[in-house]
């Protein structure tokens, strides 16, 4: 584990990636951990475990799941979706919570949730989150706030079709030195049209 470390760490500084800001690393061009099998469409969000057996490669903010590495929409792909930034860890940095949407090539997709700090000049994931699959509690919302991580996810209990939800449920989480926990109570409130 130490020496894949360091070689990890040695590949980066080869390709100039020693980042002493979160804002300059790249994530629409980055490889990220993935979980090997994906089990079926999920009905509601999750932390994951983060020893992931794969990887997926993102290159200009899209990884298609293809033998020729070409988009098809029929089939699955992974899509860069948003970054935010804020201090979760209280060290006086802002780390980044990177949204990657993934798509079945059908009508089902859901995302998932990677947060990095930078250690030693290379991003760290602290977590890996996926979430459900649209109106079964999908990520609609991400904000770091007071050293909080604020989620926002379709209200499985307001839904109205499989695609949509009339409200949200907004859960809060906060970094304890190896993951984060869930903290206060949940909110919830109405989409607005």
């Known amino acids: 584990m130490f020496l894949r470390r360091i070689a990890f760490c040695i590949a980066l500084a080869a390709v100039g990636f020693a980042a002493d800001d979160i804002h300059t690393v790249d994530f629409k061009n980055f490889t990220y951990p993935w979980p090997s099998r994906l089990g079926g469409v999920p009905e509601s969000w999750s932390w994951l475990v983060q020893r992931q057996n794969s990887t997926v490669r993102l290159v200009d903010g899209v990884h298609h799941f293809t033998d020729s590495g070409q988009f098809e929409p029929s089939r699955p792909y992974v899509m860069f979706s948003s970054v935010t930034y804020g201090n979760l860890t209280g060290d006086g940095r802002e780390q980044a919570a990177v949204d990657l949407m993934y798509s079945t090539g059908g009508t089902a997709h859901w995302h998932y949730l990677y947060v990095y700090a930078l250690a030693n000049g290379a991003p760290r994931l602290l977590g890996m989150m ?28 307001r839904r109205t079709a499989d695609c949509c939800s009339e409200g949200w449920v907004r859960v809060t989480y906060r970094w304890l030195g190896t993951h984060f926990a869930e903290t206060g109570s949940r909110g919830r409130g109405d989409f607005k049209e």
């Open 130 to 157: 996926r979430s459900g699959s649209r109106a079964d509690g999908g990520l609609v919302r991400i904000a770091i706030e007071r050293r909080l991580l604020v989620l926002d996810f379709q209200d499985t209990d």
